[in-house]
C-alpha cells in the first residue's frame, strides 16, 4: 500500500532526513485523521443501531418507536452498543479499502496517481474494477468486526454477550471459525459492486467541482466524498438488510439458510418494502460520515505525494 511503500522508502536512507521530517508529520496527520474518524463513527453509531434494529426486528413500528424502544428499555447506553470494535478498527479498515483501491487504480491504468491529477484520469470502467477489488478485498477483514458490532447492537432484554470479545468468544465456541464469517456473503453481494459503484461518483462529482488543472479544495472533496455515501447505501440497503438479517440469525433473530431463503421469507412476511428498511437512517449517517472520510484520505495523500511544481 501507499502508506507502507513510504515506509519502505524512508528506511532505505535515500534523502534520509527530509524523509524522516515527512514521515513524522504523516504520522501525526494519521493519528489525527484516525482520531477524526473514531469521532464520527461515534456520532453516528447511535443511528446505525437503530437502522440495525429496524432492519434485523420486526418488533418496531418504524424509526421512532425503535428509539422510544430503546430509550424507554435501556436508555443512552443502548444506543452505544458494539460501537467498540469499529472504533478500534476504523483505521484498518479504511486503510485495506483505500489501499486496495489504490493499488488496483495503479495497476489497472498503469500510471501513478500523480499522472492521473496532471491530465491522464482514470477511465469510468477502471475507477468501478478496482472500487469493486477493494470491496472485495474488505469484506475478509470486516465480516467479523462488523458481525460482533451487529450482535451487540441486537440485544435488547436478554444479554447473551457481555462485550465484543466475549462475543468473539462464544461465537468460537458455538459455532467455530466459520461463524465469524455469518453473513459473510451477503457482505460481499453488497460491498463488491457497491464499493465499485462508492468511488465513481465521487470522482465524478469532484472532477466537476475543480477548475481544471488544480487541485481539488476542501468543499469540492467534502461534496463528492457524502454524495459518493448518499448514492452508494442507496443500493446498498437491500443487501444490507439481508446482511443483518442473516448475522442475527442462531442470535435471538430468525433462522435463514441462507441468502436465498432470507430474501423469499422476508418478502413473504413484510413485503418488497422490507429491503429498504434503514434507507433514511443510511442516507443521514452516509453524508457527514464519508465526506469526511474522503477528505481524510485526500489530506493523507497530499502528504505522501505532494504536489509536483
Not at 536512507?13 to 508529520?25: A, E, P, V
Not at 468468544?169 to 459455532?175: G, R
Not at 459473510?184 to 462529482?205: H, I, M, S
Not at 421469507?265 to 413485503?271: H, K
Request: charged share 15%.
Amino acid at each position: 500500500m501507499p502508506f507502507l511503500e513510504f515506509i519502505a522508502g524512508s528506511i532505505s536512507g535515500k534523502k534520509n532526513y527530509i524523509l524522516h521530517l515527512t514521515y513524522l508529520r504523516a504520522c501525526h496527520n494519521m493519528s489525527l485523521l484516525v482520531h477524526v474518524g473514531a469521532v464520527g463513527l461515534a456520532v453516528g453509531h447511535p443511528l446505525d443501531t437503530v437502522k440495525v434494529r429496524l432492519q434485523a426486528q420486526s418488533v418496531y413500528k418504524g424509526i421512532f418507536d425503535c428509539l422510544s424502544k430503546t430509550y424507554s428499555n435501556e436508555g443512552l447506553r443502548g444506543f452505544f452498543k458494539g460501537m467498540a470494535f469499529p472504533v478500534l478498527t476504523t483505521g484498518i479498515t479504511n486503510s485495506v479499502v483505500f489501499g486496495s483501491y489504490s493499488n488496483a487504480l495503479d495497476y489497472l491504468t498503469q500510471s501513478q496517481r500523480s499522472d492521473r491529477n496532471q491530465g491522464k484520469p482514470a477511465s469510468a470502467a477502471q475507477v468501478f474494477a478496482a472500487g469493486s477489488f477493494s470491496g472485495l478485498v474488505q469484506v475478509f477483514v470486516l465480516a467479523p468486526i462488523d458481525l460482533v458490532k451487529v450482535r451487540l447492537q441486537g440485544q435488547t432484554t436478554a444479554v447473551r454477550y457481555r462485550g465484543p470479545i466475549h462475543c468473539v468468544a462464544v461465537i468460537l465456541k458455538e459455532e467455530g471459525p466459520r461463524g465469524l464469517f455469518r453473513g459473510g456473503f451477503a457482505l460481499a453481494l453488497r460491498d463488491v459492486p457497491c464499493y465499485g459503484l462508492y468511488f465513481l461518483p465521487y470522482e465524478v462529482t469532484r472532477k466537476a467541482l475543480t477548475e481544471t488543472g488544480k487541485e481539488s479544495g476542501t468543499f469540492a472533496i467534502l461534496m463528492a466524498g457524502g454524495l459518493a455515501g448518499v448514492v452508494t447505501w442507496a443500493f446498498a440497503t437491500p443487501m444490507d438488510v439481508v446482511k443483518a438479517r442473516l448475522q442475527m440469525s442462531g442470535a435471538g433473530g430468525r433462522e435463514y439458510s441462507g441468502v436465498l431463503h432470507c430474501m423469499r421469507e422476508s418478502i413473504r412476511e413484510e413485503g418488497v418494502r422490507v429491503f429498504f428498511k434503514g434507507l433514511t437512517l443510511n442516507s443521514l449517517r452516509a453524508f457527514p460520515v464519508n465526506a469526511v472520510t474522503f477528505l481524510s484520505y485526500e489530506m493523507l495523500m497530499k502528504t505522501f505525494y505532494p504536489p509536483t511544481r
